[in-house]
């Protein structure tokens, strides 16, 4: 078992405190959004090794620590399932301000976009790039307050019901296009015609549409609407999140994101869980790089439940186990622990809360406290985890 050293990404809508109290650190003002756990390039943890697991060792990378030994790291199943890499990325997720209205793309799309890119000689880190990598990105998120959030498709009858009120030409326009008897094609027809419109429409008609809004619009989603509005002036995703559901996760529900689904994450503090990739399209709601044909493309327009996702009690633990191949989630209390971790596999524990002592098969023992995450190598066998406390395990499917 290895103490992991993590990296903090300072993107404008993070928190500026959620994260520095997990980590015990004194806040500096700044934004601070999401923690990452794993070895996704973009900003890999590093890997305490050669001590006791209590902290002492050397510093090495954790990409380079995979190359090292990979079937002893990953064991031989999950490299033989993924490669020789670590199929998926856990985070702290801390919102203060709304993120982008985004979806991922299905593991056929993720593939033939990044090769599409390569060819073109994109820089992989370049801003206007769409896939910087060939992997899809479905991801779970876990509410640790409560936590709000635009995701998939509403009955497009709830969003025309809306829009009763609204008389300027969009709304018009938008009611009709809501009204047509199968629902897929109301929601993307509208959809389209709020992320497309010309220059005259952004200009003018998105003005009007809000003017009105703000005095005559109604429903659960109204507030939300004028939020986004003054957020992002003049960005038509503000009226696009009309079309979603708007929800309010309390601490330790859970949602799953599959490919497809259109969402944003508007403020609060959650656990996520994700393949691990950084490929987003952005339809709005940032500075970030848009590009609304290709999110178009990927987006699944079905009125569809919420996807929430119950956890499955098993040895002590509490599992999310969404049915991708990628991840798996388990959660140790909050409060006494007594728990079970499989061998075999890799995985990343993070204490939330309290402590706990982890001893593994092959006789290895640390203790984790509030902010420390550490690795369990596959090697390294079934893992007893016991404390008072509240600690995520992240590993492979199942």
Not at 146 to 165: I, K, Q, S
Not at 328 to 353: N, Y
Request: with cysteine.
């Amino acid at each position: 078992m290895h103490r992991l050293i993590n990296q903090v990404r300072p993107y404008a809508w993070g928190a500026k405190e959620a994260i520095p109290r997990l980590l015990g650190a004194e806040p500096d003002g700044s934004p601070q959004a999401e923690l990452w756990m794993g070895a996704h390039p973009a900003a890999p943890s590093t890997l305490l090794t050669g001590g006791d697991g209590g902290g002492a060792g050397a510093e090495t990378a954790f990409d380079a620590f995979i190359a090292d030994a990979p079937k002893e790291v990953l064991g031989k199943d999950t490299v033989a399932r993924f490669g020789e890499r670590l199929p998926f990325l856990l985070k702290v997720l801390a919102a203060e301000s709304p993120l982008s209205l985004q979806a991922h793309p299905d593991e056929a799309r993720a593939r033939a976009g990044f090769a599409a890119e390569e060819a073109e000689g994109i820089p992989v880190n370049a801003a206007d790039r769409n896939y910087r990598d060939p992997f899809h990105k479905p991801e779970l998120v876990l509410a640790l307050e409560p936590f709000e959030a635009l995701c998939g498709f509403r009955d497009p009858v709830a969003a025309l019901g809306d829009l009763a009120g609204i008389r300027c030409e969009l709304a018009r326009r938008l009611r009709a296009d809501l009204a047509a008897p199968d629902p897929h094609i109301a929601l993307r027809t509208a959809m389209t015609r709020i992320l497309t419109l010309d220059s005259r429409d952004l200009d003018q008609g998105l003005a009007e549409f809000i003017e009105e809004w703000a005095h005559r619009g109604g429903g659960s989603h109204h507030a939300t609407v004028l939020d986004l509005v003054r957020r992002y002036p003049g960005d038509p995703g503000a009226v696009a999140a009309l079309l979603l559901n708007r929800i309010t996760l309390r601490p330790g529900e859970a949602l799953f994101l599959p490919a497809g689904n259109v969402h944003a994450y508007l403020r609060g503090t959650a656990v996520e869980i994700m393949a691990s990739s950084d490929n987003v399209l952005r339809a709005g709601l940032t500075a970030k790089h848009v590009d609304v044909p290709e999110l178009l493309a990927v987006v699944d327009f079905s009125v569809l439940p919420i996807p929430y996702t119950r956890p499955v009690p098993v040895e002590g633990r509490s599992e999310y186990r969404p049915g991708v191949d990628e991840f798996s989630l388990a959660v140790l209390g909050p409060g006494p622990i007594e728990a079970r971790m499989p061998g075999g596999a890799p995985s990343i524990l993070l204490a939330l809360d309290g402590g706990a002592e982890l001893r593994s098969e092959c006789g290895a023992h640390t203790r984790l406290t509030r902010g420390q995450s550490v690795f369990v190598p596959a090697s390294s066998g079934a893992v007893q985890v016991e404390g008072t406390g509240h600690v995520v395990a992240a590993t492979v499917g199942f």
